[in-house]
């Protein structure tokens, strides 16, 4: 089974420009989940989809933004990048995150996308 | 690649020996908890899981144990290999929440 993937792997921006980050997760997951990653900082969860409904948010302003489709493919968003956008964003995918017995609670990661702000 | 953590605490062991990893968790309620391993310019990798309704659990090389009264996690890697230096990072859910992970340990496994 293949795993998770996004795309693309690298990116570099410059200030005040938007981005549009794509993840696809595991087949048959249905939650999808949206983290960044910096040094500074570590891992900082950024929101979670499941059935193309928002189901949680993290503490990140309004630029950052994310939608799920029908097909459990997930974007993130982030518009007016600023310098400190400059990380790792990491996309995890579960069958599903609600609280259910066993496995389906894991979380897997796909290799993240780097991205650069200039 | 970018270092996951410049700053981290990190762990140096002998190659062959085993290693523990320690890890305080926030929450209480939590109750699923998950120790990743991240390699430089890779995603975190799933290594072991464990519920709130167990103390212990092995896997190959690898156990977790939890002490919830403490809010304690520890994963034990035995027989260390080159292989086994990244950063590892454990994460805790509290149902239907989303993961809050630790800030990571970067294990440095020396020949």
């Known amino acids: 089974k293949a795993g998770v993937t996004q795309t693309p792997r690298y990116l570099i921006k410059t200030r005040g420009q938007q981005v549009t980050l794509s993840c696809s997760p595991i087949?048959?997951?249905?939650?999808v989940s949206w983290y960044q990653q910096t040094p500074g900082q570590g891992l900082q969860f950024l929101f979670e989809?499941?059935?193309?409904?928002?189901?949680n948010k993290g503490n990140f302003p309004g630029r950052f933004s994310g939608r799920q489709f029908s097909n459990s493919r997930s974007e993130m968003n982030v518009s007016t990048l600023e310098l400190g956008d400059s990380a790792l964003y990491l996309c995890?995918?579960?069958?599903?995150?609600?609280?259910?017995?066993?496995?389906?609670?894991?979380?897997?990661f796909g290799p993240g996308t780097r991205l650069l702000v200039l | 690649g970018e270092s996951v953590g410049l700053h981290l605490p990190t762990l140096s062991v002998q190659e062959g020996d085993n290693s523990i990893i320690n890890c305080a968790y926030s929450?209480?309620?939590?109750?699923?908890f998950i120790w990743y391993k991240q390699e430089s310019g890779k995603g975190p990798q799933f290594i072991i899981d464990?519920?709130?309704?167990?103390d212990k659990r092995q896997g190959q090389r690898v156990t977790v144990l939890l002490n919830k009264t403490v809010k304690h996690l520890s994963l034990q890697i035995a027989a260390t290999q080159p292989g086994d230096s990244a950063v590892y990072f454990c994460?805790?859910?509290?149902?239907?929440?989303?993961?809050?992970f630790g800030p990571g340990t970067r294990l440095s496994v020396l020949p």
């Open positions: 464990i519920r709130s309704n167990m």
């Open positions: 989809y499941f059935s193309e409904t928002q189901r």
């Open positions: 087949s048959g997951h249905r939650s």
């Open positions: 994460a805790e859910n509290n149902y239907g929440q989303n993961f809050v």
């Open positions: 929450n209480s309620a939590s109750d699923y």
């Open positions: 995890a995918s579960s069958l599903d995150i609600a609280g259910r017995l066993g496995r389906e609670e894991t979380q897997y």
